[in-house]
């Protein structure tokens, strides 16, 4: 049974950090293609960052020189730090892996950037 759970969400001031870490099972994680994802209401659902097998990175625009994608294929888990934190980042943030077809979500973790 595939299954990935986030953790490290939480209410954080603007200009804080946080980090959020996704532990995988159900797969041969070093194989994947692991990312972060999110979702603000009413918006779609947006590429934060994702990091290949090899260890390549690629972030979405709003992510690009304040989060840091990171795995570590040892304990099956993705990480993603969050730095300079802006309200305009709150959203569920949703882990992903895809290894050719095969495409998996977590269930989200809530982010609230908020005096």
């Known amino acids: 049974q595939v299954q990935f759970v986030e953790s490290g969400g939480g209410l954080v001031q603007p200009g804080g950090s946080l980090r959020l870490s996704c532990v995988a099972s159900?797969?041969?994680?070093?194989?994947?293609?692991m990312g972060w994802y999110r979702q603000a209401p009413g918006k779609q659902r947006e590429l934060v960052g994702r990091?290949?097998?090899?260890?390549?990175?690629m972030y979405g625009d709003s992510a690009k020189g304040r989060f840091t994608i990171s795995r570590d294929n040892a304990k099956n888990t993705v990480l993603l730090q969050m730095n300079t934190l802006k309200p305009e980042d709150t959203a569920v943030y949703y882990c992903?892996?895809?290894?050719?077809?095969?495409?998996?979500w977590g269930q989200g973790t809530q982010v609230t950037v908020s005096s």
């Open positions: 159900g797969i041969i994680f070093k194989s994947y293609v």
């Open positions: 990091i290949t097998s090899g260890g390549i990175t």
């Open positions: 992903n892996g895809r290894f050719g077809s095969r495409d998996y």
